[in-house]
């Protein structure tokens, strides 16, 4: 009964899972868009600004809602060369305790960080290592990665555009900065968190399919004296 009661009161989940096309950021340019100028942009090593971050994944409940939560902690690196950004190297980490609910009933964020789900206690960490990154068009591009979840590692493709940026503004913000959405997707239980998820022909339960948006800023190397 409890765990009925967990399944029917709010559904869970984490991270990824592609948009329909319509909804990815990277979703096909018109190819008129022009590249965005980055001749002044550093190469160097770019840091997540936590206060200009965020990760909002959905799942589906019951057949009745797409239900949202997020996370609050994200640690994210990535090496970058403008000039060549087929070459970037990102890695990203989330504190599975940072999960953010809407309403929660009492005690459900303890349960969701049960084995049942996140099991955060014996990973303490979900983490995204990038392997390879293709352009898609002028401001696009898939980055292609390791997601590590549940102590399960899978691949998991990032459709991510590229918003813009500048070297930094002398007075006001001294360091390079730039700007990503992105969007993604995964099956939860190819992670081995299959609790809840719809018998085949339901959708009595919370989906299998996770859904998530990120909309990021990333500090990179201070603006040179002129």
């Known amino acids: 009964m409890k765990k009925l009661i967990l399944l029917l009161a709010v559904p869970v989940l984490l991270t990824a899972c592609a948009k329909p ?6 979703a096909s340019a018109s190819a008129s868009e022009a590249a965005p100028d ?8 770019y840091h997540a600004d936590p206060a200009h971050t965020s990760l909002t994944f ?7 809602s797409h239900y949202t939560a997020h996370f609050t902690k994200i640690d994210a690196q990535m090496s970058l060369d403008p000039a060549h950004p087929e070459a970037a ?3 990203a980490v989330i504190d599975p305790q940072s999960l953010e609910l809407n309403a929660p009933p009492k005690g459900f964020h303890d349960a969701l960080m049960s084995k049942d789900w996140f099991g955060a206690s014996q990973f303490p960490e979900i983490r995204y290592q990038s392997t390879a990154i293709t352009r898609t068009g002028p401001a696009t591009a898939d980055v292609s990665g ?7 590692a899978k ?18 913000d001294p360091n390079a900065r730039i700007g990503f ?3 993604g997707s995964l099956k939860r239980s190819d992670f081995g968190i299959s609790f809840g998820v719809p018998q085949a022909g339901s959708s009595m339960g919370v989906s299998d399919q996770v859904d998530f948006q ?3 800023e990333f500090t990179g190397p201070a603006l040179k004296a002129s």
Request: glycine residues 12%; without cysteine.
């Open 89 to 91: 190297q990102l890695t």
């Open 214 to 216: 990120i909309e990021t």
């Open 146 to 152: 390791n997601l590590i979840l549940h102590g399960v």
């Open 181 to 183: 959405s992105a969007a």
């Open 155 to 172: 691949p998991v493709v990032l459709h991510v555009r590229f918003n813009g940026g500048y070297p930094g503004l002398q007075g006001y």
């Open 21 to 26: 096309a319509d909804k990815t950021p990277a």
């Open 38 to 45: 980055v001749s002044q942009l550093p190469a160097g090593d």
């Open 58 to 64: 959905e799942v589906n409940h019951l057949g009745f």
